[in-house]
């Protein structure tokens, strides 16, 4: 028989207790979450459940078809083709047919979906002519990750028109998956994970969000550049097409009288204009909210609450109604 | 089984209340709204 030596003993007991801490922490954190929500463990839920690999490199991950699911209190859908919305047939229906491309802003995170700036300017643009939008919105997406999900699957819907909803993360590299994704399972990892990156942003100046975001617009970012490139390639492809683009650009929740990211919106819009893609920044819209958090789909979730939605949709349907109306 | 528990209690208590005390740290230190950017793990 192997005789273990002394420190491996105390070692062993030392990895025990921890797995049995997890053990329990994992149990009672399910049960916790049965009449509570963490934003960060739904968003880990929603990854496990609703997102697939794709194989393109360039798009990384795509919706599941056919989820259903309760996730940031929710109810989450997605059609045979993976968008959160009905089903449409591809081709011309006789109907105006607009594509939403954008992130979980558009997909309408933490909102159910009747309340989305989506389904709401849908129902506002029927009452010029019949019309249908089609959600493309997914969570974690980049502009380089909507604009080739856009040709691989928007295309074949032959839309009138495109719009892109621009984030200030949308300059991000496109991601990769992790390779200890595995652990999204366990409940009570994710938590620890998401309590200590809070508290890394909290107290290390460097990695909060405003020192984050504005990183990315640096002219060195690969995320930037891929931007850039992306935009361009979305312009040509929609000009070939007769294809009426736009881009509306979606304020950042946290500071909106002093809005921080005014720079790297500025940054965005010329990029914009010298394409010569019609845009529309939505920030100073929001510049007279008091207390953003109001606008906030919970206390740990920046994302745009029901109300925000339906502000989003009132301040960008003049622009996005222009062509419906022949304006453009 | 017995005689583990007995041999090694004093560490596993230990343990068990450093990793209570880190945990509950964690929560007190991270409460209040959302401070960072929308970074997600999985995808």
Not at chain 1, 9 to 23: A, D, E, H, N, T
Not at chain 2, 7 to 32: D, H, N, P, R, W
Request: charged letters at 20%; hydrophobic letters at 40%; proline letters at 5%.
């Amino acid at each position: 028989m192997i005789k273990i030596r002394f420190p491996f003993k105390y070692l062993l007991v030392v990895v025990f207790s921890i797995l049995i801490f997890l053990l329990v922490g994992e149990v009672l954190i399910r049960l916790y979450l049965h009449s509570r929500i963490i934003y960060d463990i739904e968003m880990s839920r929603y990854s496990m459940a609703a997102k697939a690999d794709s194989p393109n490199s360039k798009i990384e991950h795509v919706h599941k078809p056919n989820v259903r699911g309760k996730f940031m209190g929710v109810h989450l859908r997605t059609n045979s083709d993976g968008l959160r919305d009905d089903e449409y047939p591809v081709g011309k229906t006789g109907k105006y047919r607009i594509i939403f491309l954008g992130d979980s802003l558009t997909l309408g995170w933490g909102v159910e979906e009747k309340d989305t700036f989506e389904k709401i300017l849908e129902s506002k643009l029927n009452q010029i002519r019949p019309t249908e939008i089609l959600n493309f919105g997914i969570g974690n997406f980049n502009t380089e990750q909507e604009v080739n999900l856009f040709l691989e699957k928007g295309l074949k819907y032959e839309p009138d028109q495109a719009v892109l909803f621009y984030f200030i993360n949308d300059a991000e590299p496109t991601p990769k998956k992790s390779k200890l994704w595995f652990l999204g399972y366990s409940q009570i990892i994710t938590f620890y994970w998401s309590r200590m990156h809070a508290v890394i942003n909290r107290f290390v100046p460097s990695t909060s969000f405003g020192g984050y975001y504005s990183n990315l617009y640096r002219e060195d970012q690969p995320g930037w550049t891929q931007t850039m490139e992306s935009f361009s390639a979305l312009k040509k492809i929609c000009a070939e097409r007769s294809i009426k683009l736009q881009v509306v650009l979606l304020p950042e929740l946290h500071y909106l009288k002093e809005y921080p990211f005014k720079k790297e919106y500025q940054q965005v819009s010329a990029l914009l204009a010298a394409l010569g893609i019609e845009h529309l920044d939505l920030t100073p819209f929001f510049k007279n909210i008091e207390n953003p958090m109001e606008l906030w789909v919970a206390k740990d979730d920046a994302h745009p609450n029901a109300k925000a939605h339906r502000l989003i949709a009132e301040d960008s349907f003049d622009m996005l109604s222009k062509p419906l109306q022949g304006k453009a | 089984m017995k005689n583990f528990f007995s041999k090694y209690k004093i560490l596993i208590l230990v343990m068990f209340s450093l990793l209570i005390l880190s945990t509950l740290i964690l929560i007190l230190f991270s409460a209040g709204p959302q401070q960072g950017a929308f970074i997600y793990q999985i995808h």
